[in-house]
């Protein structure tokens, strides 16, 4: 990043600021970073959190291989016949018996899933999910491993909630739908066992979008209400709200049910003009005027109502930078399809040229992937049209590099 940016060991070491030579062992391997060092060139290199989460991970593992736990050890001793005296005279199992946690150690686990969710926006799941999951593990580390009281619990419990909701959200972004419907359900599980309303219906949520992207509208409806009915509970998350009913919209458009399409698009636009002045969580920020023109353009298509959902997708494409570039990938792709719905070739050919270079541009995801490779196959239909054609080439010759099995982009 430093050499991206034009900067001399020593230009970054004034604009952090840090001694240069420290910095020169960090670059070389010889010396790792402290969270506040981390912190402080993240800033300096604006890199929105990755260099922290990196540094975090990092830290993770070289505890995990200091301390290791190896949950097979009892099942171990017992199958070579040690008795249970002899295993009763290490002490009770559930003793504590690992590093002191604070309320700091749980907030951090919040923290990196907002890093993460930070980063999904701009380049999708697909290299991200097992930095989530790394991250999960460490906070069911701390809970069955670490001395802490009943406050640090709670928070403990929430911050690996959350990160169970990262690592499936961006599990679910690679194409890795058993290991996201997995860290939802137990995200779920955790919430429920401190009465975290957030994280209830922000998990129930997510398995209604990822029951109507593999097909299933009925069980996103079902996932709906339940979500609709943890409502209920208090929370202060704003915008979060909203979410049931996008999913809902997106599930009666599979359905063809135009009417409750619409009436589920004004309840989720009416939450969204309430708290759009409002502060709102990492995991929430990405609900805008631009989201749900890209949702409300995305049912459109589903409905068969190619140009007015193209309208909406524009203005989704529009309103979105860098900063969602995952997103913004997503509904050109969406938009390629609705041009060829209204017979638009070239309109569609520039779409998905535009979608293929935000994939280019670090954005890996499974949903941009297929849905992008739906409209290659259809532009496949006009060999002869020099647009297609050349936007074909382009798609071919990228696709070399893609891992459909990994769904991730080939070293």
Known sequence: ?????????????????????????????HRTPTADVAKALDRALQARGELVTLAHLERSARARQ???????????????????????????????????????????LQDTAAWLYGLDYQHGGATLWRAAKAAAQ???????????????????????????????????????????????????????????????????????????????????????????RAESAPHDQARLPAIPHLRRSVALSLSNDRTGHEKAMGAARKILDRDHDKPAEEWCSFLSPAELDGVEGTCLVELGQPKRAGILLECAIRALDQNYARNRA????????????????????????????????????????????????RLARFPHDGPAKDFLDRYHSRSQEFDPVRRERRP
């Open 138 to 228: 460490d906070g069911h580390d701390m809970l069955e491993n670490g001395i802490y009281g009943e406050v640090v619990e709670r928070q403990i419990i929430k911050g690996t909630s959350r990160l169970q909701m990262c690592a499936g959200w961006l599990a679910f972004d690679a194409g890795r739908h058993d290991l996201a419907r997995s860290c939802y359900t137990e995200a779920l599980a955790l919430a429920r066992q401190v009465g975290d309303a957030e994280v209830e219906i922000h998990a129930l949520s997510n398995l209604a979008f990822q029951a109507n992207v593999l097909g299933r509208p009925r069980e996103a409806m079902r996932f709906v209400e339940g979500a609709i």
């Open 1 to 29: 990043m430093r050499g991206a940016r034009g900067l001399s060991l020593r230009e970054l070491s004034r604009i952090a600021p840090l001694d240069p030579g420290h910095l020169s062992k960090i670059e070389n391997g």
């Open 66 to 108: 200091a301390v290791p736990f190896d949950p097979m050890r009892r099942r171990s001793l017992l199958a070579l016949g040690v008795t249970a005296t002899a295993i009763a005279s290490a002490g009770p199992a559930n003793k504590p018996h690992g590093p002191k946690i604070g309320i700091a150690d749980a907030r951090e």
């Open 330 to 377: 997503l509904y050109r792709a969406r938009l390629a399809r609705a041009r060829l719905d209204s017979k638009l070739v070239d309109g569609a050919v520039e779409a998905a040229d535009a979608a293929l270079d935000d994939l280019d541009n670090q954005v890996a995801s499974w949903r941009v992937e297929s849905e992008l490779a739906a409209v290659a196959t």
